[in-house]
Nanobody, 122 residues
Framework: QVQLEESGGGLVQAGGSLRLSCAAS????????MGWFRQAPGKEREFVAA????????YAADSVKGRFTISRDNAKNTVYLQMNSLKPEDTAVYYC???????????????WGQGTQVTVSS
């Protein structure tokens, strides 16, 4: 079993930056691919970014490509999501996920955090 806990969410103005962190425990962190997903009110959960167990390759949704960067530090059992040039449409609960394979499909991930709220004001 793997436990994940997100942090770093908050309220930020459009154009600002935010850095999310996801701390893992319970199993060997470096054995898992990691992904970030988000869910806005009234919408389905959508893919944001993913990174392989080795740190590469990485993937990002078209809506965030060039603005968001996913990275991981296996020594610290932590994955990050650096979010720059934030827009109001980025407002959502952001979830960290762990799985065996690096994919963009939520159902393929085995473990999930409880989420952290990101609100971008205009």
């Amino acid at each position: 079993q793997v436990q994940l806990e997100e942090s770093g969410g908050g309220l930020v103005q459009a154009g600002g930056s935010l850095r999310l962190s996801c701390a893992a425990s319970g199993r060997i962190f470096s054995s898992y691919a990691m992904g970030w997903f988000r869910q806005a009110p009234g919408k389905e959960r959508e893919f944001v970014a993913a990174i392989s167990w080795s740190g590469g390759p990485t993937y990002a949704a078209d809506s965030v490509k060039g603005r968001f960067t996913i990275s991981r530090d296996n020594a610290k059992n932590t994955v990050y999501l650096q979010m720059n040039s934030l827009k109001p449409e980025d407002t959502a609960v952001y979830y960290c996920a762990a799985g065996v394979v690096t994919t963009v499909v939520a159902r393929t991930y085995n473990y999930w955090g409880q989420g952290t709220q990101v609100t971008v004001s205009s």
